[in-house]
C-alpha cells in the first residue's frame, strides 16, 4: 500500500524531550519503519520548522519524511501552528493529486484537519488517531490549557468525517463516545515498544550510581502534566530511597527550564532535596540500563492518552506504579505487572511504593509477568499489523467493528 502519515508538529527526525517532542514522535517514527519493512510505501508529512532542512528525508527502513511549507520555516509551538493548517492541506491536495495514496494516517487534530482537505479532493480515506483529545485537557488543565478555542468542535467533525478513528486505548472510546462518536466507528491499536532494545540485560555500568538503597525513576517530558511533583511528594513518606528525573533539555540547560526550577523548589521545600536528581535529557541508547537500574519506575501523570514509558519499563522487566488513567488501564495489568494508584493521592502512590520495595520477590514476579505481557501484545510489529488491517479495510470503504488488535 502507499501510506501518507500525516504529523504536523511531531516529526519522526525530532529529538525527544522537548516541549513538542514526546511519545508522538515516538509512535509515528516506529510505526512508519515497521510498516516499511512489511513492503509498504510510506511518506511522512510534517511542517517544515527550518530554512536549511532538505524537502525529502529519507529513513533507514525505506520510508521518506517530507517537508511541508506551512507557516514560518521555524520552531514554532504546536498551538500556533492551526492557522497554518489550511496551507498544510492545500499542499497534500496538491502533491496528491501528482500521487494518489491508498489511505491517509493523520496524528493528532490539526493533521487531521490537513488532511481532510487534502485528501477530500481525490477521495482518499483517513484514519485519525488523536493522540490526545482537547476534551481531556480542558478537563484537567482549565483555564491552563492553551489550545486553540476551536479545538474541541474540530475533533469532534473530524471524528466524524473521518473513515476510522484508530484509538491508541479503551478509555479513548469512551471520551469519544461522549462525543457523538460511536464506538463502532473506532477501532483500537495500542502503542508499541521496541522489546529488543528495552530489555531485561542492559548494562547497568552505564547508569548513575546509587545514593540510596532504592530507587525510583520517573522519565517523559518536562512539563507539568506528568506528574513529576506528585513522586516528590510521595517520596516524604519513602525513606532510604532516591528519585531519579529523566526528560527535558540537556543537563547543563536544566536550570533554566522554569518546570525543573520548579520541582528542585518543591523537593527543597519539602525536605528531600539530597534524594531528588533531575538528569535533563538522557540518551536514548542509555535509557534500557537506566531504566534496569531502578527498583520501580513512576508514571505519574495527571491524564495520559497512552503512555509508552510504562511499556519501556515492562519491557525491561522493571514493576511499574502508574495513576489509574487513560493508556495506563491498558498498559499496566494492576496487581500483576504493577500497581494502578488514583490520580493526586501521593499518599496512596507512596503506599504502593512502600509495599513494593519491601517484597524483592514480588517485584521479580511483576518484572517478569511485565516482559510478557510486552511481548505478547505491545511489539511494534503486533501494532503495525493492527494498523494495516485498519487500512486495508478503510481503504476498501469497509465498515470495521469496535476491535481491540
Known sequence: MRIAMVSEHASPL?????????????YVARLTEELARRGHDVTVYTRRDSAELPDRVPLPGGAVVEHVPAGPPEVISKDDMFEHM???????????HRERPDVVHAHFWMSGMASLLGAGPHGVPVVQTFHALGTVKRRHQGREDTSPRERIGIERQIARTCDRVLATCTDEVHELAAM?????????????VDATHFHPGADLATAPARRQRHRL????????????????????RVPHTELLVAGGPPPGL???EPEARRLLGLAEAEGVADRVRLLGAVDPARMPALM???DLVLCT???EPFGIVPLEAMACAVPVVATDVGGHRDSVADGRTGRLVPEGDPAALAAAVRDLLGSDRTRRRYGTAGRERVLARFTWRRVAHGAEQVYRRAAAGQAVGSEVA
Open 301 to 303: 501523570p495527571t491524564y
Open 180 to 192: 457523538g462518536v460511536s464506538p463502532r466507528q473506532v477501532s483500537v491499536v495500542p502503542c508499541g
Open 14 to 26: 525530532a529529538a525527544l524531550g522537548g516541549v513538542d517532542a514526546g511519545g508522538q514522535n515516538v
Open 254 to 256: 536544566l536550570r533554566t
Open 86 to 96: 489550511p496551507a498544510f492541506g492545500a499542499y497534500l491536495a496538491r502533491v496528491w
Open 217 to 236: 525513576l520517573s522519565c517523559g517530558r518536562l512539563v507539568r502534566r506528568k506528574g513529576y511533583d506528585r513522586a516528590i511528594r510521595a517520596l516524604t
Open 292 to 294: 534496569r537500574s531502578a
